[in-house]
């Protein structure tokens, strides 16, 4: 129900209480009900009625400021953070590539689609929490000391935070707050093995090919077959054994990946 609705409810129900009340009131006294809306009502009871009527009237519209007030701050964060939710170019040319592998990867899998919704919601807010750390330390060159990387780590459980407050993306605030855990525990969480959600696991194999496969500061774009062959180091360990024997039969079968590209659900 969204905050709109809220707001009705809460209206339709002080209206509702202030009719049945009086309702009531004009069958035990039988008088008329109109009189008994306001002026017949003895003062003790039409305080009651005030009381419960503004308390359902203002958390209604709290409800409605609060929700407005959240979607100003997403936006305020979309802008602070160069676009990652649905923003500039290139921010969402790689939230696309991460959907366009991650999909394809989970429907081979048999990920249901309540759970590819999920998904795709991480591709797009997966660093959201990341205009809660500071900026000394995201742009701090070098290796961080043990507080700027709890600071830095931290940004899974703000960004799980932040979706949670919008009802369209609260689904996958438990994805969001998991989406850096390794296979083998070494995570922010230390989250181990399967304990990981599925469409984690997914997403770390998506995220740490796309590293590989675009220009970054750290090393040269590496080819698809460099990729994968860099990634199997990680087999078993930062990456789940399963998900990337997948990800390799995917990219390496051209009959499957178009058999999996027709049958793949995007959702909108």
Known sequence: MNSLNRMLLCVAAALFFWLGDSLLFCLMKDC????????????????????????????????????????????RINRADDGALFGDEKSSSKSRRLLYHCMRLATMMGMSTANKDKLRILCYCYDIGMVCVPSSVLSKNGPLEPEEQRLRD??????????????????????????????DGNGPHALYGRSIPLACRIFVVAMIYDYYTQPHQEGDVLTRRQ??????????????????????????????????????????
């Open 32 to 75: 008329a009900f109109i009189q008994a809306l306001f002026p017949a009502v003895p003062s003790g009871r039409l305080l009651v009625r005030l009381i419960v009527a503004v308390l359902l009237l203002l958390f209604g519209i709290m409800g409605f400021i609060g929700h407005t007030v959240r979607l100003a701050e997403l936006t």
């Open 154 to 183: 931290a940004h899974t459980d703000w960004g799980a935070k932040i979706v949670s407050e919008i009802p369209q993306l609260r689904k996958a605030a438990k994805l969001i707050a998991a989406h850096e855990e390794l296979y």
């Open 227 to 268: 990729a994968l062959d860099e990634m199997m180091l990680y087999h078993g360990t930062m990456l789940d054994p399963d998900v990337f024997d997948a990800f390799v039969k995917l990219m390496n079968d051209d009959t499957l990946s178009q058999q999996v590209g027709n049958s793949v659900y995007v959702p909108k």
